[in-house]
């Protein structure tokens, strides 16, 4: 038995993804609807999806897509933050992000192929250097440091991200970098309570945001979930042992999505369409796992932090 079912948001949410394409299998359902029901959303865009390229062009393309796949969706431009850093790889010792995470020295600096610090496009500029004028280096205090700006900046009511027990370093470490934060700012606030028994001021964050978290890389591996089917229904467990499963399945929230994401008219199915702009991700062996995405839901977990 599902543990709900959720088709409402109490207050504007924020989309924290690593690469480009993790917000469309997400969350494009999600975003579709708080665009429909003028709810404030933020897409926050972590790393280029460089990886394997020495240059910028790749990165570059895959920003674009991103912008022209949640324009489909009604995102503007303007709410879309591009962090900037680098994609380095799937397993957790070539992560990216992992690296950084697990790195003892914050300032320590890791190069990427292609880069040393954070980028954006030429017409859009990545968080960091729009807030600060320079671009950041890459190292796990600016990489810290911009998920907890972006988060205090727009102040969002709901967080969606992946999840601590997806199979991509990437993904893993980002919600583990998110989770510190929120715990941070928790801490933050409680202090801030008890030194002062006044009346919070004006613009004062008067409670911190619900988390969610969502697997994109299941433990049954990507050639076994999502289940390949044209068929738009509602995912199934992944086929995995009570060893190695990191979540109850029971607990999921689901999120259905609207009726144009529901036709199993592919051409005319909007999350295939916004997916259909990833064409950097959408390479041969890809094609048959990013698609099985399209589902009548979208799942997550709620993380008490």
């Not at 504007?12 to 480009?20: C, Y």
């Not at 665009?35 to 240059?55: E, L, Q, S």
Request: glycine share 6%; with cysteine.
């Amino acid at each position: 038995m599902d543990k709900r079912e959720s088709g409402t948001f109490p207050g504007s949410l924020m989309v924290i993804v690593p690469h480009q394409d993790d917000e469309i299998l997400l969350c494009a359902g999600i975003l579709y609807e708080a665009v429909r029901k003028k709810i404030p959303a933020t897409v926050v865009m972590v790393t280029n999806g460089d990886y394997g390229c020495r240059d910028y062009s790749i990165g570059r393309s895959r920003l674009r897509e991103t912008l022209a796949g949640l324009a489909m969706l009604g995102i503007e431009e303007e709410d879309v933050e591009f962090l900037g850093y680098a994609d380095t790889g799937m397993p957790k010792e070539e992560s990216f992000i992992s690296r950084l995470y697990e790195e003892t020295d914050e300032r320590r600096r890791h190069k990427s192929h292609c880069s040393e610090e954070t980028y954006g496009l030429e017409e859009k500029e990545e968080y960091h250097k729009k807030r600060w004028g320079t671009h950041a280096p890459y190292d796990r205090a600016h990489l810290a440091a911009d998920l907890h700006g972006v988060i205090e900046e727009h102040q969002p009511d709901m967080i969606f991200t992946t999840s601590e027990f997806d199979t991509h370093g990437d993904h893993s470490a980002l919600y583990l970098f998110v989770r510190d934060i929120l715990v941070q700012m928790k801490a933050e606030a409680e202090a801030g309570k008890a030194d002062c028994k006044s009346q919070p001021v004006s613009g004062e964050r008067h409670a911190l945001p619900r988390l969610y978290s969502g697997i994109v890389h299941s433990l049954a591996g990507d050639e076994n979930w999502p289940v390949r089917t044209r068929e738009v229904g509602p995912y199934t467990e992944p086929a995995q042992s009570r060893e190695t499963s990191c979540f109850r399945w029971e607990d999921r929230i689901r999120f259905p999505v609207p009726a144009c994401m529901r036709t199993e008219e592919r051409d005319e199915n909007l999350k295939y369409q916004a997916l259909s702009c990833h064409v950097t991700a959408l390479k041969p062996d890809a094609v048959d796992f990013l698609y099985a995405f399209i589902k009548n839901e979208e799942l997550f977990w709620e993380i008490n932090y």
